[in-house]
């Protein structure tokens, strides 16, 4: 079952799985993280959410990822629901990496990231702000371009609809960003996790997994 509903407000899913348990935990600028957590694997997922969306809206995805073996951690970004700000305000890097370090200080062996749209920019900045091995595996749904791509750490999926208003920008960021990578156009104009509701969703599951399952 889901429940959509469009405009500025978030879209919402929900499904038989529910989050194991509800944590918080500092952001690196001292603010506060909010987030889902699922499962207890060995190996982690950092979940971020794009701008019409919060940590709620990853939970189909999370399902899988835990029938996939992997700890996930679906955060909502400062400003959505109950997480804070720190002192560098708006700058949502330092959520996505607070999370990173969550998982990193809860046992898990390796942690990757997904981030759509500007969940994506912030996964994208955390990666070049992480030290050397933080951020193994980065997933980039339509991200939005951020200034250094050159230093993003880990390896890196690009994914975007061909008709997606950033996919010109996708492909700069790709060609600029370092090895190891690759890049996968869909067809369709579909923006980050909306893909999960079209006919290319499986697709796009089925992609995530494969990459982060190469580990």
């Known amino acids: 079952m889901f429940i959509l509903r469009m405009g500025m407000a978030a879209l919402v899913l929900t499904s038989a799985a529910a989050a194991q348990e509800r944590v918080s935990f500092p952001s690196t600028d001292g603010g506060v993280v ?5 499962g ?9 959410h794009g701008s019409m969306f919060n940590k709620e809206s990853w939970a189909k995805q999370a399902s899988e990822l835990v029938k996939a073996g992997f ?6 970004f400062r400003g959505y629901g109950e997480s804070k700000a720190g002192t560098e305000g708006k700058a949502l890097y330092n ?3 607070g999370a990173v370090r969550y ?6 062996k390796s942690v990757s990231v997904v981030g759509g749209s500007m969940g994506g920019g912030a996964s994208a900045e955390a990666a070049v702000h992480a030290r050397p091995g933080e951020i193994g595996n980065l997933v980039l749904l339509a991200a939005v371009p951020i200034a250094e791509p050159e230093k993003m750490k880990g390896r890196k999926l690009f994914l975007v609809s061909s008709g997606d208003a950033l996919a010109a920008k996708v492909r700069e960021q790709f060609a600029r960003a370092p090895e190891p990578k690759e ?4 067809e369709g104009a579909a923006h980050a ?4 509701a079209t006919d290319q969703g499986e697709r796009v599951m089925r992609e995530i997994v494969r990459f982060l399952s190469q580990d």
Request: negative net charge.
């Open 95 to 97: 959520d996505v990496l």
């Open 193 to 196: 996790q909306h893909l999960f």
């Open 71 to 76: 700890r996930v951690l679906a955060i909502d």
């Open 40 to 48: 207890t694997a060995g190996k982690g997922v950092v979940l971020a």
């Open 103 to 108: 998982l990193h200080s809860s046992g898990v």
């Open 183 to 186: 890049l996968i156009v869909l």
């Open 34 to 38: 909010v987030a889902d957590l699922y």
